[in-house]
Structures are given as C-alpha cells and as structure tokens.
C-alpha cells in the first residue's frame, strides 16, 4: 500500500510539474505573434483603393520557422498587411502601446533574382474616426546578389502626445511595402510580432488561431439522386403482326379479284366471239328485214352476259356495229347461257 501511495505521490508531482512548463512556455509565447501554431485571427489584407494588391496570406515554413508569407498578386500595386491591435492587446490597453515591431523578409519567387533595394511603411491609426490620426514610420533594405532581403525588427513609434484610445475597437496598424513596376515578382515573410509598452516590454497579447487553421471546411452536402424516370411500358408487339396479317389478306383479296375479272372478261369474250361467229350466216336475213324497225342503243357499250359493260378496249362493240346487226344481242345473250 505505501508503495502505491508513493507511486501515486511521484506521478501527481510531474504532471504538476509538466503543467506549470506548459503553463509557463505559453505566457511566454502569449507576448509574441511567431504563427508557431498557425494562422490567428486579427490579421487580414487591407485592399482599400485599386491601387492597393489584393495579397493571399498563409502560414508557411520560411527559413526554418513558420511565419506568415505575403503572396504579392501585382508587383504595381501595394501590400498593405492589417493588423487589427485591439484583437491582440484588448480595447482597454490600447492606450498602453507605445511602439510595434515585428520581421519582415522580402524574397523573389524564383529564388534566383535579388529583389534589390525593398521599403515601405508601418502606420497605425485609429479607425475610420482617425482617433489617433495616422502616423507612420518607414522600413527599407537591399539585396543585390542574393534572393531574399531581411529587415530584422522593423518598428513602429507611438509618440505619447499622440497615444492609441482605448476602446476603438478598429485601431490598425498596417504594414506596407511600396510598391516598384519593373521589379521582380515576390513573397512577403513576417514574424515575431510585439506590442511594446513605454518602458520597452513586451504587452502579453490575446493569440486567438483563425477558423480557417483550426477548422476543416464543411464537405458539401452530395446532391442527391434524382429518381429514375419510370420506363414506359412497352408496346405490345402482339397486335402488329395481326394487322399486317390482315394487310396481306387484302392484297391477296385485291390479286384474286383481279384475277377473276381477267378470266371473266376472257370468258366473255370468248363466249361472245363464238355466239358471233355461228350465229352472223343464220341470221343475215332477218337483220336485213330489221334495220327499218330496230332503234339505235342508247350508248356504246354492249351489255356483258354476267351484266357488266365492256368497254370499247374489248372489241365486242365494232363486231357488232360492222355486222350492223341489233338483234345480234339477244342471240348472244342466249348462246353464252348455253356454253356455260
């Protein structure tokens, strides 16, 4: 049991230990802005006007420690780096600033061209109110064989007759960098920001990480699945061959029909060329006695035995009329009855 108390005892005391390291290691981070832990929040680029570049910041790893990079968009316009001093200090103590200091780093993108000689300014003022009006102080160096130009603690006086107010809670200090047309394309890299009081120490500072670092974007909803268009029902395929069926039941009706008329109208005409030719000798007289008394028909067409009219194609008529015989008809009639 002692044994266990002891060991309890032991453990107990480390993690109190290890607590108070934590505790003490992060108060001493807690006076200065070193991005160690990512992008915080208070920190925005400031695109006032078209001639101010609309930058991309990140959290990146730059010479061996994290610091903030500038992506320079248009080497014509620009930077201006908005520090929000209220979000860091506290709108109560913004009266207590005196000066901010913090790295800047100028690199090209190629890693090759000097980015020669580099400056720009840090203001502050105090808000759209302009209470403090803005002040500023310049920053500059120059790099003619290497790729990168450093400006260690480039600071920024508050002057005591002209102090931050309390409680503007938009109180800026911007960080900017002049912009040079023909100059090559370029990274901004800023680190290690501080707040200093009149007496030159370091104000601790509220360090807060932005969403965007600690949170992962919402994955959009997937759109869901429209439901499937019902398929029309098929046609049923039953019905077609029964009404082409019936189709070819009338073409082979129409075939027939033709074919009966054709051999009808040959039987005709057979029939009615061999009433003709045995009936013209026999009866020459008496057609020659009937000429006075007969009446010329109607039309010119011969009345068929089965009722239907020939046309004037089938020959049947001319017999008739060169013979110029009328009573030629009824014979004809009677001799056709009999073949049949």
């Known amino acids: 049991?002692?044994?266990?108390?002891?060991?309890?005892?032991?453990?107990?005391?480390?993690?109190?230990?290890?607590?108070?390291?934590?505790?003490?290691?992060?108060?001493?981070?807690?006076k200065v802005v070193d991005f160690e832990t990512g992008m915080v929040k208070g920190i925005w680029m400031f695109v006032d006007n078209a001639q101010a570049d609309d930058s991309k910041l990140s959290v990146v790893d730059y010479n061996g420690s994290k610091m903030l990079q500038v992506d320079v968009q248009d080497v014509?316009?620009?930077?201006?780096?908005?520090?929000?001093?209220?979000?860091?200090?506290?709108?109560?103590?913004?009266?207590k600033v005196r000066?901010?200091?913090?790295?800047?780093?100028?690199?090209?993108?190629?890693?090759?061209t000097p980015p020669g000689w580099v400056g720009g300014g840090i203001g502050s003022q105090g808000?759209?109110?302009?209470?403090?009006?803005?002040?500023?102080?310049?920053?500059?160096?120059?790099?003619?064989?290497?790729?990168?130009?450093?400006?260690?603690?480039?600071?920024?006086?508050?002057?005591?007759?002209?102090?931050?107010?309390?409680?503007?809670?938009?109180?800026?200090?911007?960080?900017?960098?002049?912009?040079?047309?023909?100059?090559?394309?370029?990274?901004?890299?800023?680190?290690?920001?501080?707040?200093?009081?009149?007496?030159?120490?370091?104000?601790?500072?509220?360090?807060?990480?932005?969403?965007?670092?600690?949170e992962e974007p919402e994955t959009p909803a997937e759109p869901e699945t429209p439901d499937e268009p019902e398929t029309p029902a098929e046609p049923e395929t039953v019905e077609t061959p029964e009404e082409t069926a019936e189709v070819e039941e009338t073409v082979e009706v129409e075939e027939t029909v033709e074919e009966t008329v054709e051999e009808t109208a040959e039987e005709s005409e057979e029939s009615e060329d061999i009433t003709i030719e045995a009936t013209v000798e026999e009866t020459a007289e008496e057609s020659e006695e009937s000429e006075e008394s007969a009446e010329t028909p109607a039309d010119d067409t011969t009345v068929t035995p089965d009722?239907?009219?020939?046309?004037?194609?089938?020959?049947?008529?001319?017999?008739?009329v060169a013979a110029g015989v009328v009573a030629l008809a009824g014979v004809a009639v009677v001799a056709s009855r009999k073949r049949k």
Request: aromatic share 8%.
């Open 127 to 214: 808000g759209a109110a302009k209470t403090p009006g803005w002040t500023q102080s310049e920053w500059s160096g120059g790099e003619y064989t290497g790729s990168e130009t450093a400006v260690i603690n480039a600071v920024k006086e508050i002057s005591d007759l002209d102090p931050l107010v309390n409680g503007v809670l938009d109180t800026q200090i911007l960080i900017q960098k002049w912009a040079n047309a023909t100059g090559p394309a370029y990274y901004i890299y800023i680190d290690n920001i501080r707040f200093l009081n009149a007496k030159g120490k370091e104000l601790s500072l509220n360090i807060e990480l932005a969403e965007a670092a600690t």
């Open 307 to 320: 009722g239907t009219k020939d046309s004037p194609e089938t020959g049947v008529e001319g017999i008739a």
């Open 1 to 30: 049991m002692k044994l266990r108390r002891v060991f309890a005892s032991v453990v107990a005391a480390v993690v109190a230990a290890t607590s108070a390291l934590a505790t003490t290691a992060s108060a001493a981070s807690a």
């Open 76 to 95: 014509a316009k620009v930077p201006k780096i908005h520090i929000n001093a209220a979000d860091f200090v506290g709108a109560d103590n913004l009266s």
């Open 99 to 112: 000066s901010f200091t913090c790295d800047i780093y100028v690199a090209t993108k190629d890693g090759v």
